[in-house]
């Protein structure tokens, strides 16, 4: 079905979205009909990739180039998607960076306030932009935030991007409670390691130990889009504040 078709598509805006998971994601919820996108990352070029991934689907696509730790462009990126579409139904903060390896001492100031400009308050631009629209709308919206199992238990080597994504997880828990009443839903999702540009620098001698910790073994994007597809529509519509962890058992023992 295309908007055209449909007298109110749902708006997803996607950070990160030119990235394995954005786009995965993208291609999924474009799929399921009566979505228009708004696809937010660094990259124009990567941009313009995602948007051809969904090109068949019917969806209307705007691609923004949006660095999320800037409040102002994330700002910017919100105002365009109601120029263009009238609402936001749905944002995904999906976009971050992962740590440079390395025990605490050995983390400099700059690898803690990277991760915390952009994984974490890329999350809380996007999350104060797009409530300001929400609040205004009779159906409320989504909020879905990308986090980690590495914000739900330790991950050796990389506490910068472990405490953000920690960070993230309550301030979508907090978020849900606070916006209840306006019918914002906030939930997360806490993946596993899973195939991604992100996960391509994972040096080889660590991968068997860390596929050794996923029962499942290591996740494809593909593995992670059932969750966001039923956080960003209505049979989710009774759960908020929920931390969904789709790991391959990695959180279990
Ligand atoms: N890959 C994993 O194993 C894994 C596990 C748990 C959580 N995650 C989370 O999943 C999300 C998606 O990551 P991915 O694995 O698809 O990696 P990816 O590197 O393929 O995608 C991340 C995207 O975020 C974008 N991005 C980075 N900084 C940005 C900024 N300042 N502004 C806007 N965009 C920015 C990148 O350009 C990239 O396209 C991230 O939040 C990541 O932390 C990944």
């Not at 696509?61 to 365009?80: N, Q």
């Not at 400009?117 to 909020?143: E, L, N, P, Y």
Request: aromatic content about 6%; charged content about 20%; some cysteine.
């Amino acid at each position: 079905m295309t908007s055209s078709e449909n007298a109110r598509s749902r708006v997803v805006l996607i950070t990160g979205a030119a990235g394995a998971l954005g786009t995965a994601v993208a291609e999924r919820l474009a799929g399921e009909g009566a979505t228009d996108l708004v696809l937010c990352d660094l990259s124009a070029e990567r941009l313009d990739a995602t948007a051809s991934a969904v090109k068949d689907s019917g969806s209307q696509v705007l691609t923004r180039v949006v660095d999320v730790s800037d409040a102002a462009a994330v700002d910017e990126a919100v105002a365009a998607t109601v120029d263009r579409f009238g609402q936001l139904d749905v944002l995904i903060n999906n976009a971050g960076v992962l740590s440079s390896s390395g025990r605490i001492h050995n983390q400099p100031p700059e690898e803690w306030e990277r991760q915390l400009k952009v994984t974490f308050m890329g999350t809380v631009h996007g999350t104060t932009a797009a409530v300001r629209v929400m609040r205004k709308q009779d159906g409320g919206g989504s909020i879905i935030n990308t986090a980690s199992v590495s914000g739900l238990t330790a991950w050796p080597y990389a506490a910068p991007y472990c405490a953000a994504k920690a960070a993230v997880i309550h301030l979508t828990k907090v978020a849900a409670v606070e916006y209840a009443k306006e019918r914002i839903r906030v939930n997360c999702v806490c993946p596993g390691t899973f195939e991604s540009a992100m996960t391509a620098d994972i040096p080889e001698g660590a991968l068997p130990s860390l596929t050794a910790r996923h029962p499942l073994g290591l996740g494809k994007p593909e593995d992670l889009v059932g969750a966001f597809s039923y956080l960003a529509g209505t049979d989710s519509r009774w759960t908020t504040g929920a931390e969904f962890v789709v790991d391959g058992g990695y959180a279990a023992p």
